[in-house]
């Protein structure tokens, strides 16, 4: 099996590709494909790099879902996430926050939204992590202006079968 040489223009281009990738999945508010066993799965493909993505997820609230990425066809990085909205708040008010956050431009870790993102709604995205594009783990939260959280989503990801 090839393996994909994982230099700085390679991660240039993942960048890129995630970046592009969110505009046209979650983020850019585009319909899944729902499966029979309650999956949805949006997918991305750009033939030019040879670089694809699928992203499926579980459940609703609270839900679970992977992110995986193939290099001209084989699998080279993953993202596992899962989290929810609190009990009793409004998720479509949340998911107003959480899509345009997603899509914002975000060049150090473009696997999930910027540092801080205020949506149009006033609710605030915020997102930690550590590690880079290589291996990472974080949290995103959003906050209600008052302050109170009103969701969360913990994420890990990087790149698989290097050696």
């Not at 605030?124 to 202006?145: C, L, M, P, Q, T």
Request: hydrophobic share 30%; aromatic share 12%.
């Amino acid at each position: 099996m090839e393996k994909r040489i994982v230099n700085e223009k390679f991660i240039n281009e993942l960048r890129e590709f995630l970046y592009r990738a969110q505009k046209y999945g979650y983020g850019g508010n585009v319909k899944p494909h729902d499966g029979v066993d309650g999956t949805h799965t949006l997918s991305y493909t750009d033939r030019r790099s040879g670089l694809s993505l699928s992203d499926t997820w579980y459940g609703g609230e609270p839900f679970r879902g992977i992110t995986v990425i193939r290099c001209k066809g084989i699998v080279c990085w993953v993202m596992t996430y899962g989290g929810e909205v609190s009990p009793g708040v409004d998720k479509e008010a949340v998911y107003a926050c959480l899509r345009p956050a997603l899509v914002a431009r975000n060049h150090v870790s473009p696997w999930r939204g910027p540092e801080v993102y205020i949506a149009e709604n006033g609710m605030r995205y915020v997102n930690e992590w550590h590690g880079d594009i290589n291996k990472f783990s974080g949290k995103e939260n959003i906050y209600e202006k008052g302050g109170t959280r009103l969701y969360e989503c913990k994420y890990e990801g990087g790149f698989v079968d290097r050696r």
